[in-house]
């Protein structure tokens, strides 16, 4: 069974700078919700309660929006807002989330490498505190539900463009049903032409307590970093690694374009925003052909 999760959040954000200068990335609201919240829920709503999160250097608001604010509840009870009382502590609430802090950012894989401790002998799942995966079934889920199944390491995957392939990790193998392949290739961020498919890693993983003893062994790899993905090569030696293909709709908040894409599409979907939100985007994007006429 797998009860614990891992969420490495202690990267800088330069993608999103200058507005992860004094502020995490993964603080960024996504409407009225930050989207490491966001992440924590995907875990809840997949029965994971015990959570690891991976912090850093400036990062201390993570901790605090995941703690009791007493003078806040305090306030919100005068006024008799139950439902937004509710909400605030179920954030409180909402799992067991345990702080870690890398002190040094030498990379995904050297983040994953602090929850050593934390995991044991157990398998996690790792989930990136940057990306908002929007499913059905929570991808978290769908990667535990292949899990039990086979009882090895399950990388979340999906289809990117060709010529994108150099921003992820690249996975290479075997089909063996739609949705899942049997993992022989793994690059980190390849060139196009050396790209054994375009099978990019999602940010959501199911690993196994051997990823430990790889990492020790992984040398810098991509940007100098010590990257998950090399890691996961290492095991491929000797454990098999299955890459299954998500269903659900990835959104990449550290990026900003993404950001933006997110935020439109969650307040369409919000019954409070929807109409009026959906009003005001034709009225600014039919505005230009009406000032032409
Ligand atoms: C990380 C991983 C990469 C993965 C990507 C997904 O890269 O190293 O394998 O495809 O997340 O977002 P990063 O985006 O942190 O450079």
């Not at 800088?12 to 930050?34: W, Y």
């Not at 690249?170 to 060139?191: A, F, N, R, Y």
């Not at 307590?209 to 000797?238: S, V, Y």
């Amino acid at each position: 069974m797998i009860s614990k999760a891992v969420i490495p959040a202690a990267g800088l954000g330069i993608r999103f700078l200058p507005a992860t200068k004094a502020q995490p990335k993964e603080m960024l609201p996504v409407i009225d919700t930050p989207v490491i919240q966001y992440v924590v829920q995907e875990c809840v709503d997949s029965g994971i309660e015990d959570i690891l999160i991976i912090s850093g250097k400036g990062k201390r608001s993570i901790e605090d929006h995941f703690d009791r604010n007493l003078e806040l509840e305090t306030k919100i009870q005068e006024k008799e807002d139950e439902v937004l009382y509710t909400q605030l502590r179920h954030i409180e609430d909402m799992a067991n989330i345990h702080f870690i802090r890398q002190k040094e950012l030498n990379g995904l894989g050297d983040a994953v490498f602090h929850a050593r401790c934390h995991c044991g002998n157990e398998p996690f799942v790792v989930l990136l505190g940057d990306t908002i995966i929007d499913s059905v079934i929570p991808v978290t889920q769908q990667l535990i539900d292949t899990y039990e199944q086979y009882k090895q390491t399950i990388i979340a995957v999906e289809i990117v463009p060709r010529d994108k392939v150099t921003r992820y990790g690249i996975t290479g193998g075997k089909q063996i049903s739609d949705k899942l392949m049997q993992v022989d290739e793994l690059i980190e961020k390849p060139e196009i032409n050396k790209a054994p498919s375009n099978l990019a890693i999602a940010g959501r993983y199911i690993l196994t307590p051997e990823i430990f003893d790889a990492l020790e062994k992984t040398p810098r790899g991509k940007g100098n970093e010590i990257q998950l993905t090399d890691a996961m090569k290492l095991l491929l030696k000797h454990d098999n690694i299955m890459a299954l293909t998500i269903e659900g709709k990835r959104y990449d908040i550290g990026n900003k374009m993404d950001f933006l894409k997110t935020t439109v599409e969650f307040a369409l979907k919000r019954k409070e925003f929807a109409k009026p939100f959906k009003a005001f985007l034709r009225d600014i994007i039919d505005k230009p052909e009406k000032e032409q006429k």
